[in-house]
Nanobody
Framework: QVQLVESGGGSVQAGGSLRLSCAAF????????MSWFRQAPGKEREFVSS???????RYADSAKGRFTNARDNTKNTVFLQMNSLKPEDTAIYYC???????WGQGTQVTVSS
């Protein structure tokens, strides 16, 4: 079983930056693919980005050019650097390890105009 612990959320003004972290604990071999999702109030949870063990990344169109997904395999941690934040990025951000069927508890990101 894998436990995912997110950190780094907060409140920023539009145009600002935040860096989210997600650390995996437990049986980590299944974390070779890690993803970020987000859920805004009244909306469904949506995919933001994923990264595999080799560093190959995928991004939602809304994240391309502004967000960067990275990982440190020695620390079983993934990072989501979010730049040029917009009010529409306001959501709870969740870390996900799909092969482990695990979700983090979520971290709130609030972007004010």
């Amino acid at each position: 079983q894998v436990q995912l612990v997110e950190s780094g959320g907060g409140s920023v003004q539009a145009g600002g930056s935040l860096r989210l972290s997600c650390a995996a604990f437990g049986y980590t071999p299944c974390t070779y693919v890690m993803s970020w999702f987000r859920q805004a109030p009244g909306k469904e949870r949506e995919f933001v980005s994923s990264i595999d063990d080799y560093g190959a990344t995928r991004y939602a169109d809304s994240a391309k050019g502004r967000f960067t997904n990275a990982r440190d395999n020695t620390k079983n941690t993934v990072f989501l650097q979010m730049n040029s934040l917009k009010p529409e990025d306001t959501a709870i951000y969740y870390c996900n390890a799909p092969r482990c069927d695990s979700w983090g508890q979520g971290t709130q990101v609030t972007v004010s105009s």
